[in-house]
């Protein structure tokens, strides 16, 4: 599997547990689509390409495009939706780090965080108010707590003020979710887990420019489109 399919399959794969967390039930459509006929949380896709060169037709049919803020994850950036009703939203890089390669230093507050993974649903509920305290209902429900994906926690002074998610599938640790002056904790937590996995995300803006500072390289383009 090529990383850019890796990375696809990897980030469908988290979206996959999120929505069933929530109760939804995504399918796969064989090996090149990921989608959910219902309605996914608010900033999940609908629908994740996993292969180039999948027919536009093929990842529209099976969402909600009546549904404002149906939008869909066009990993490869070679699909055009504008006729089903779409526009992009934003469009990103695909960006991965090589296994084995040496950890960017902390600098700043950051040097000073100390990291532990989110051990239970207490834990995850002031994770989640550290990263986004929009004060509703949560996103990241307990049931994601498990094998293969961990929520990451820096701290200081017992409050947490930094974090991300990690996740396995595609045969690498997808890192999404980031959070405060991350990059140094999240990636020495991750390799002290999963040493021998290639790292992957996707980032772009001034967010990129981090993750290249912390020896991430981009290896390809994604859109996000928003059906309208």
Excluded at 135 to 153: K, T
């Amino acid at each position: 599997m090529s990383l850019l399919r890796g990375a696809a399959v990897n980030n469908a794969a988290w979206c996959d547990a999120v929505c069933r967390a929530h109760g939804l039930a995504p399918r796969y459509d064989g090996e090149q689509l990921w989608f959910s006929a219902r309605r996914t949380p608010p900033m999940y896709p609908d629908a994740v390409t996993l292969e180039p060169g999948v027919p536009a037709r093929n990842v529209v049919r099976g969402v909600d495009t009546a549904s404002h803020g149906c939008s869909v994850k066009d990993s490869f950036a070679d699909l055009d939706l504008v006729g089903a009703g779409f526009e992009v939203l934003f469009e990103a890089q695909w960006i991965h780090r090589p296994a084995g390669a040496p950890l960017p230093r902390a600098e700043g507050e950051a040097a000073g965080l100390e990291w532990s993974e989110v051990a239970d649903a207490e834990e995850l509920a002031s994770w989640e108010a550290a990263f986004d305290d929009h004060g509703g209902d949560r996103m990241f429900r307990p049931g994601l707590l498990g094998e293969g994906i961990v929520f990451l926690a820096g701290r200081a002074d017992g409050r947490i003020v930094a974090g991300a998610v990690a996740s396995t599938g595609g045969g690498v640790v997808g890192v999404s979710n980031l959070f405060g002056a991350a990059w140094a904790g999240v990636l020495g937590a991750v390799c002290d887990r999963w040493p021998e996995l290639d790292v992957v995300g996707y980032e772009h803006g001034e967010d990129l420019e981090a993750a290249v500072r912390a020896g991430f390289a981009p290896i390809g383009p994604l859109r996000v489109w928003l059906c309208q």
